[in-house]
């Protein structure tokens, strides 16, 4: 059965901070998502990772795949109030096929003055 | 290009009673996926429908039940409702490429039901 982990669940950081949030998944696969999810709202899409290696940039987050180790990062440089939500990783079951993604239990991201 | 819709965005209904959702997807995907999201259980997949047929179901109990329209518009409709089926319900669209994997999946803002 296909698990993904993410870690922390709770993050409180201070502005301007750098810090990084770890996602493994234990089987394999090659599509990796972040999103993320302010309160009472939907997921948008940050992030897709299709290929070992891949590196994404977005402002100030950037997230990276490592197919090998199972292992997703988003890392969050400088951090800025606005980066305050809920983080997530999803992994594409069946590798895409099947449209069923796993998802993490969420990293819940804090940024304070 | 207009995003995905959900409709209703709020709900409220008693135990025993039945509901049914709508979600209408991107312009062009023909392939929408409903999740289950609690504070207990996280985000939950459901169900994915792609050319008005179900291709795969997660680990939910029949009441579950859901379909898709020549229009790629879908449904979910879920009967006999218990006090655990509160959840907000997202839907999301996206498209298939030639080798029928999924692309990114992009969610609507989701129905939020209240079971009283």
């Known amino acids: 059965e296909l698990k993904v982990e993410q870690n922390p669940l709770f993050l409180s950081m201070q502005e301007g901070k750098n810090y990084t949030i770890y996602c493994n998944y234990s089987?394999?696969?090659?599509?990796l998502y972040w999103y993320r999810q302010d309160p009472g709202k939907s997921l948008e899409s940050l992030f897709v990772?299709?290929?070992?290696?891949a590196v994404k940039q977005e402002g100030r987050l950037m997230a990276s795949l490592d197919t090998k180790a199972r292992l997703s990062t988003l890392h969050i440089t400088a951090a800025v109030h606005d980066l305050s939500a809920t983080y997530f990783c999803?992994?594409?079951?069946?590798?895409?096929?099947?449209?069923?993604?796993?998802f993490g239990k969420g990293t819940k991201l804090s940024v304070k003055p | 290009k207009a995003g995905v819709t959900q409709t209703p965005r709020y709900l409220i209904k008693t135990r025993g009673q039945q509901v049914t959702l709508s979600c209408s997807p991107i312009?062009?995907?023909?392939?929408v996926s409903w999740y289950q999201q609690t504070p207990g259980q996280g985000l939950q997949f459901l169900f994915e429908?792609?050319?008005?047929?179900?291709?795969n179901k997660g680990n939910f109990p029949g009441r579950f039940s859901g379909r898709q329209f020549s229009n790629s518009r879908s449904e979910m409709n879920v009967s006999t409702l218990e006090l655990g089926d509160s959840a907000l319900y997202l839907c999301?669209?996206?498209?298939?490429?030639?080798?029928?994997?999924?692309?990114?999946?992009?969610f609507g803002p989701g129905t939020r039901l209240t079971v009283l």
């Open positions: 990772l299709l290929s070992n290696g």
């Open positions: 089987t394999t696969s090659d599509r």
């Open positions: 999803a992994v594409d079951k069946h590798g895409g096929s099947q449209g069923n993604l796993i």
């Open positions: 999301a669209s996206s498209t298939r490429d030639r080798g029928f994997r999924s692309g990114t999946q992009y």
């Open positions: 312009s062009g995907h023909r392939s």
């Open positions: 429908y792609f050319s008005e047929t179900q291709r």
